[in-house]
């Protein structure tokens, strides 16, 4: 297999071509420690938040699956 | 749309924490009693299987011993309930297709052979009760850290998902993993479903049908009525999942807006959306609640009868809205109203029936005789607006 860290991130720049969002700030601003300022930048702090927009007890399921 | 983003943002999410980031919070396939976790490759001009499940150990078998092997493993077409196929690969269903063909008729053998042939019309249906593919069961329940081409590969979701076994033993462990937690809604319909198709497989081998033939006309439009309502109802059934809701407002399946009720006796609402790319159009009947797209809240239903865009902003108009309806300023959200179960399999009862009739005009193949009517101008103008 290639280097994860490589393919996830040659995958996010072929992504956000054109979307004003580099690549290299794209983690930052998903988790919220860079402002999300374009509609590409709200998607990928959407996905990253949405876990922690549903109920505990919900998540609690689906993390049961992986533990 | 953008769910692309939203999927590299669960990505990224995923990489910081080493953790799958789930998509669902519930389990997309159904538990079933009893998995069969198979793979097969060609070894020369022979099919070799290697299988296992739970309570049998891993044994590998080639040409007819392998069909022996599958049948030792309860995967027969008089089974009192059929197995459930695991596996990781894609080319193994088309492999143990070809595994079959080499049954006699009549033989033990031939009853392995007809359930792989139940196996291989119940492929694509959803709900895992005949065939799953775990890598595509995964990729729908979780996203990883890597990028999509890495997720068709079974080793990623092994590494992700703690399963240390590389062979067939470790597919019943995804399995158990896939399965874990509530169902979503609408599972057991289709596991029912299922189950009364490998009846009807069951009927139809003792009757002597032969599932190498093609199909005849009436079968194959039968297969396909219940192809389409399998997927509309699972479908529905994601859009029962908060975390899948999240996901569907970025491809515009699910909507959120502001509610405005207008107060009159058509009882219309209208919604201001949060974004422009809605799929919902005039003539969609849609359900919603009041509140954020994950939250739970008591449905009402109405449907839409305009949509405009105001000043940047796309705003539906929600007709006949019944039960719980938004108060002015409140959040609401909609999607499609989802098909009845009922009202599918009653459908397809009126379908069977149009083709066993010897004189309908499906099974004649007449042209109908067209019968003629006059036609109210709203419905011609309606006509005339959709072309």
Redesign the interface.
């Known amino acids: 297999?290639?280097d994860?860290?490589t393919?996830?991130t040659?995958?996010?720049a072929r992504?956000?071509v054109g979307?004003g969002v580099d690549a290299a700030d794209?983690?930052s601003i998903?988790?919220g420690h860079l402002p999300a300022d374009s509609?590409?930048a709200?998607?990928?702090?959407?996905?990253?938040?949405?876990?922690d927009?549903?109920?505990p007890l919900?998540?609690g399921?689906?993390?049961?699956?992986?533990s | 749309m953008?769910?692309?983003?939203?999927?590299?943002?669960?990505?990224?999410?995923a990489?910081?924490t080493g953790?799958?980031?789930?998509r669902?919070?519930?389990?997309p396939i159904a538990a079933t009693p009893h998995p069969v976790a198979v793979r097969a490759h060609l070894s020369g001009s022979l099919v070799t299987v290697t299988a296992c499940a739970p309570g049998n150990p891993v044994a590998s078998s080639t040409g007819p011993h392998a069909l022996a092997l599958l049948a030792s493993l309860g995967v027969t077409i008089t089974a009192s309930s059929p197995a459930t196929l695991l596996t990781d690969a894609a080319t193994t269903l088309p492999l143990l297709r070809r595994l079959a063909l080499t049954a006699s008729r009549g033989t033990a053998e031939d009853d392995t052979a007809a359930h792989i042939a139940w196996w291989l019309d119940r492929a694509d249906f959803p709900g895992g009760r005949a065939v799953v593919e775990t890598p595509d069961a995964c990729r729908l329940?979780?996203v990883t850290?890597?990028?999509?081409?890495?997720e068709t590969?079974p080793?990623?979701w092994r590494h992700w998902?703690?399963v240390s076994d590389d062979g067939v033993a470790g597919l019943l462990t995804l399995h158990q993993?896939?399965t874990?937690?509530?169902d979503l809604p609408h599972l057991s319909v289709l596991s029912e479903d299922d189950t009364w198709a490998f009846g009807a497989a069951q009927n139809q081998h003792a009757d002597g049908w032969d599932w190498r033939r093609p199909d005849a006309t009436s079968r194959a439009a039968l297969g396909l009525r219940s192809r389409c309502d399998a997927a509309d109802l699972y479908a529905d059934a994601l859009l029962a999942d908060?975390?899948y809701r999240?996901?569907a407002?970025?491809t515009g399946h699910v909507v959120t807006g502001t509610a405005d009720p207008l107060g009159d006796r058509l009882k219309r609402t209208r919604l201001t959306c949060a974004r422009l790319d809605a799929r919902l159009r005039p003539g969609s009947e849609v359900t919603g609640w009041v509140g954020?797209p994950?939250d739970?809240a008591p449905h009402f239903s109405a449907t839409v009868t305009a949509a405009e865009v105001e000043h940047g902003h796309l705003t539906l108009t929600l007709s006949g809205v019944t039960g719980p309806a938004p108060a002015s300023g409140q959040q609401a959200t909609i999607h499609a109203t989802g098909p009845s179960p009922y009202r599918q399999r009653a459908g397809r009862k009126s379908y069977r029936a149009l083709y066993a009739a010897r004189r309908s005009w499906l099974t004649t193949g007449r042209t109908p005789t067209p019968t003629r009517r006059d036609v109210p101008l709203d419905v011609l103008v309606a006509g005339a607006d959709a072309d």
Request: glycine share 4%; charged share 20%; aromatic share 6%.
């Open positions: 297999m290639s994860p860290a393919d996830l040659e995958h996010a992504l956000l979307t794209a983690a998903a988790a509609a590409a709200r998607a990928l702090r959407d996905g990253w938040t949405a876990p927009t549903i109920p919900l998540l399921r689906a993390a049961e699956a992986t | 953008t769910a692309e983003w939203f999927d590299l943002g669960q990505r990224f999410r990489a910081t953790v799958p980031v789930a669902l919070s519930h389990a329940r979780w850290g890597r990028a999509p081409a890495a590969n080793a990623t998902l703690d993993r896939l874990a937690g509530p908060p975390l999240a996901r407002v970025h954020a994950t739970s």
